[in-house]
DNA sequence: TAAACTCAAAAGTCAGGGAAAGTCAAACGA
DNA sequence: TCGTTTGACTTTCCCTGACTTTTGAGTTTA
């Protein structure tokens, strides 16, 4: 995984959000310190810091120029509703896993729970089925763990 | 058995995840390495490193692909493992909640994991599944779980 | 002085090429 | 026969660079 540069992005990212959920970056300095050119910065941003996955991006072109990402964290009922309604009728795998990851990384549902959800997810849990139909199940199929996870929380 | 290529692929994986019962491969440096097509070793592991088998497959495509193979620990996994085993190809809603009760009530597994799973086999979770695919899929869920439930419950 | 006009510095977009694993069915062999 | 072997084709993901758009600052102009 992070034997790609896209990985080690993301790695780098990732640590920085730890320290209190936000970080601003200089896309060109960035690109520079890991020796990718500026639009892979943005590659990795789009396709793993999305909305859908818990994360809110903003940014600024010009000189004085920022990209900032920020991760949402949110009460437990909240977070939960949330990311039932942001999944949508159909998800992708990596969508998916990147969608429980955080959810276990802002502890609203813990590392049992997240490891169960991810296997029943995963591409080899829904191989059985038609490749056209895989996606939508997983929406259901997670839709439905977070809201049993959520029932058992109160009960 | 170890005359043919299969064979000596299946010894070779299996010396790696010898160490520490994990093992991350890249697909085309091993068929490379053994002198046969990479294809080939997906045959492997799709007829050998199956969850009847304990083994937990993942992977990755494009650049910085991988295949990463683990060995559920068997710390007192009997009990899965006979349940795993037991499910065959194919599993009802019926019979899969009877099964999901049976670990509950020997203490297999405990309440909230029994509630997740129950949530992802639920026909409700699977609607979106043509009919035909449903209980197969239902089974193949329902193994990856209990693998994944073991895997975890090592530490 | 204030509005308008450069200009360079940032970030964004997009399409295409490449790398790696997955799929599938046909051929093969003990 | 049944498990093995093969390779053509597909899908997913990564990486790059050329081109575009936005922004702030400095400069010019009325």
């Known amino acids: 995984m992070s034997s790609s540069i896209s990985g080690k992005i993301t790695q780098m990212l990732l640590d920085m959000l730890e320290q209190d959920g936000t970080t601003e970056i200089r896309r060109n300095d960035l690109a520079q310190s890991l020796g990718c050119v500026p639009s ?7 396709s793993r810091f999305t909305p859908e996955r818990g ?8 000189g004085g120029g920022y990209v900032k990402i920020t991760r949402v964290s949110l009460d437990f009922p909240t977070a939960i509703m949330h990311a039932v309604n942001s ?3 159909s998800i992708d795998p990596l969508t998916a896993r ?13 590392r049992d729970a997240a490891s169960l959800i991810a296997a029943a997810l995963d591409e080899n849990a829904l191989r059985p089925i038609p490749y056209e ?7 259901s199929i997670l839709k439905q763990m977070l809201l049993a996870y959520s029932n058992n929380r109160k009960g």
Do not use: K
């Not at 892979?40 to 789009?46: G, L, P």
């Not at 994360?55 to 010009?62: D, K, P, Q, T």
């Not at 139909?133 to 929406?139: C, G, N």
């Open 87 to 89: 999944v949508g009728p």
């Open 40 to 46: 892979q910065i943005n590659y990795v941003i789009s």
């Open 133 to 139: 139909y895989r996606d939508t199940a997983r929406a």
């Open 55 to 62: 994360y809110i991006v903003e940014s600024r072109r010009g």
């Open 98 to 110: 990147s969608c429980i990851m955080n959810l276990l990384a802002g502890d609203i549902i813990d």
